[in-house]
Each structure stands twice: as structure tokens, then as C-alpha cells.
């Protein structure tokens, strides 16, 4: 599945397949797999079934499958150019912009 153009809910119900599969081909019940990930069966069942989860439960589930590996990649930022490598590189801690406030709403308390 591309996940370019699929929605939030389409991507958690694929990465749910994937860890079930992933979970079936090494043989492994889900109350196996709860107690190897310190997590319910029911977040386990959750978790395939619904594709809802913490992240920390996931990343416990991923871990307790042996696919730690396969989270090295996530999130990493894509260098394409010498340019994109040297501003990662110096790129420090930043704050988020500041929203902007609606015209005529600064300081005042109702």
C-alpha cells in the first residue's frame, strides 16, 4: 500500500495488518505476544483489530516482534542535496512560530 495518498485510518488499518501477519507468521497467540510486550491482550487485540493503540504500546508490540529494526528509518530526515545535509546538520533547537492573535484580541479578558 502507497501511503501518499491514503488516509490516517487507512494507514493505521494497514500497519495493524502488518503486525498481525507479522505476529501469525512467527507463530506467536496474541496473549503470547501481550506478555512479551508487558501489554493487555485486549490492547493487542485493539491494536490489530482497530488500529488503535499508545505509542508506547506499539512501539512495545514492534519491539516484542523483533521489527525494532524496522522503526530505524521512520522519521528520518530525507537529505536530497549537499544543502539539505549542511542545514540539517547545523540545525539546532528551534521553537515553533508563534500563532498570531485575531485583530483587536491582545491582553484583553472578558
Known amino acids: 500500500m502507497d501511503f501518499s495518498f491514503a488516509t490516517p485510518d487507512e494507514i493505521t488499518q494497514e500497519l495493524a495488518r502488518?503486525?498481525?501477519a507479522v505476529r501469525l507468521a512467527q507463530g506467536i497467540q496474541q496473549p503470547e505476544l501481550a506478555l512479551r510486550a508487558g501489554v493487555s491482550v485486549g490492547t493487542v487485540k485493539t491494536l490489530e483489530n482497530k488500529g488503535r493503540s499508545t505509542l508506547a504500546s506499539l512501539i512495545r508490540v514492534v519491539q516484542a516482534l523483533g521489527?525494532?529494526?524496522?522503526?530505524?528509518?521512520a522519521f528520518v530526515l530525507q537529505v536530497h542535496s549537499i544543502a539539505d545535509m549542511e542545514q540539517a546538520q547545523k540545525a539546532s533547537r528551534q521553537r515553533a512560530p508563534r500563532r498570531s492573535r485575531p485583530a483587536g484580541s491582545a491582553g484583553t479578558k472578558a
Open 18 to 20: 502488518r503486525l498481525k
Open 67 to 73: 521489527l525494532t529494526q524496522d522503526l530505524q528509518q
